[in-house]
């Protein structure tokens, strides 16, 4: 296999609430230490390095988070950062992270990874990446990975394909795309997975910067302008004009915006230990536990506690006599949480944005 | 009614661990703000100021709470401190501190007040200690006070009176004791609740000097030599004459020590909302709750939580789906702990007490 010029661009932005008080507006999921050693950016980064060296990498953040990024990753070059000029979604991040490398090289191939999620299985990771790689370099196809479904989730998209067509590309099998969905009802996601058709949406895709500028001619004919004038505000133009460029795409997400329309979409099993890491809940998943089955950063101590997830670095966390608690210490905040209803933190969330004096909570 | 020569006696000592994390060995109950606006300690001396000018105070405590008691008390005048030689329960204490006010004057009334009680209406508990006061300044009698009992607690002891006798004296009604009766089982305790007859023991004492001299000698003699000891250490002897006479006398609260010996011991209704703020749990008892039921030091977001204990002051607790937990946030250890098990917080020191590296969280 060639080598091959891959440019990875790591979605650095995002603004969850689900992991409040800890994740803060000025602190979001991808900069805490939460999911492994270190935070989910630098091991996003860390991840794709067998495959996309450093000066082949480029972080899509606003300029807050690009801040924070360039501050945890200072050995990346500062032509790494990209700033998005607006808050947009992905598709217009995509196009502008896309356009950017088109100019550069077409044949270039773009993997696009969030920095948010985790991935226990780094190593199958890079080989299904490889293989989305060159399957990327040799057709002209959107890739993308679906992760296979261990349970009926309402809280992704989902990826319809074909099982019965796939093809084996640079190493592993890849399936046609048939539809890409929005998260179901519970009633579609028990559908979805006993059928055996569909896979999670990882919103992890892998293309040609040419084949995503022709792809986006005809599919997406909407977007060509935006497109256009974020190539030309590239290749002569100030950030005034980029800003502009940019504000003709639509706030969409890539995958609405662009791959349900596109033909050519092919789709690898992500079989590499992903999670979105999506709530406090999930940690319990993902933490080792005690023999109770208390997940613990800091110094605990249980008495008849259970499945217990608590965030207290340095401090002694005791417990007694409780069950399926979160309980996370963030300095000026504390949350107390029952693990079943930590979606519910979101509520909270808002609740500190809709009182004055509870403001400086976020 | 004359101008009687009265003498506070605070129990100032007491090591509760009732109140981990935020009672410490060096901060114990007495000194925390938990159960109204300022410590216990401090609102107990207040309390008694209307029947006690402060120079005729005394605060009994070992060697670090009596530091801690002057720091909190810096205008009492030194003299108003009286350090225990050793920690052995309230009966050589008591010994101590009454032997002092007898040789000043044996006709001075002592009243003895635990340090670490709560009493929600002040105006009657003046008014009947006044009367106490009265009683054992006509009398040759003890007098004591006890709690009409509104549930069968096993956490107290219990003071049998006889109902059918009782006396007007200083405009109460005391009732003859016929015994003092150790902290019951649950049986006991219904029966006792059900009868009538018994009320809960405050550890609230009132008795002349020269009283207290006299039935010590007829009833207890075995204390007699710590007494002889005691006063003629405090005639002409230094700290470790006082020291070795104070270790004469039994390890033993003045309760099994003397009270339940003693002939002449009369009790009268401690009708003033009177609480031993015994655990965590009391304070749901004692502190405003909003609309849920939540009680909160701090500022609380609740969401579908109720019934909950927060001390959490100068930051922001959330709560979410949980009910009757006690929540104690108290800088290097928080305390989760369901409010029907608090009495397991005990447990916690105990397991901190065996383990060296959790030694500091004592």
Not at 54 to 76: E, G, I
Request: with cysteine.
């Amino acid at each position: 296999m060639k080598e091959r010029d891959v440019r990875a661009v790591i979605l650095a932005g995002g603004r969850g609430t689900r992991f409040w008080p800890l994740g803060r507006a000025a602190k979001p999921k991808q900069f805490l230490r939460i999911a492994g050693r270190d935070p989910m950016l630098l091991e996003t980064v860390r991840r794709i390095r067998p495959l996309a060296p450093a000066r082949r990498m480029t972080l899509v953040a606003d300029a807050a988070q690009t801040r924070l990024a360039r501050k945890l990753l200072p050995r990346l070059p500062k032509e790494s950062f990209l700033v998005e000029p607006l808050a947009r979604n992905t598709a217009p991040a995509l196009m502008l992270a896309t356009a950017r490398v088109w100019l550069d090289n077409p044949e270039a191939v773009v993997a696009v990874l969030p920095a948010d999620h985790l991935i226990r299985d780094e190593a199958r990771f890079v080989k299904t990446l490889r293989a989305g790689i060159e399957a990327a370099a040799r057709e002209r196809v959107f890739v993308t990975f679906g992760i296979p479904p261990t349970y009926p989730a309402t809280g992704y998209g989902y990826i319809r394909h074909d099982r019965g067509r796939g093809r084996k590309l640079g190493g592993d099998i890849f399936y046609p795309v048939q539809a890409f969905k929005e998260k179901p009802n519970p009633a579609q996601a028990d559908e979805y997975l006993a059928s055996g058709d569909y896979a999670w949406n990882s919103g992890m895709f892998v293309w040609r910067a040419g084949v995503f500028a022709e792809k986006l001619a005809v599919f997406a004919p909407d977007l060509k302008p935006a497109w256009a004038a974020i190539v030309s505000a590239l290749r002569s133009g100030g950030a005034a004009k980029l800003r502009s460029a940019f504000a003709l795409a639509p706030a969409l997400s890539i995958d609405y915006a662009l791959m349900e329309k596109a033909e050519g979409v092919l789709v690898a099993d992500g079989d590499f230990g992903w999670s979105d890491v999506g709530a406090w809940s999930t940690l319990l998943e993902i933490w080792p536990r005690d023999g109770e089955g208390n997940a613990v950063r800091g110094e605990a101590l249980a008495l008849d506690a259970k499945d217990c997830l608590v965030w207290n670095p340095g401090r002694l966390t005791a417990l007694v006599g409780v069950r399926n608690l979160i309980v996370i210490e963030a300095g000026d905040a504390l949350l107390i949480c029952d693990a079943a209803l930590d979606q519910k933190v979101k509520d909270i969330v808002d609740t500190l944005k809709r009182t004055k004096k509870l403001n400086k909570y976020l």
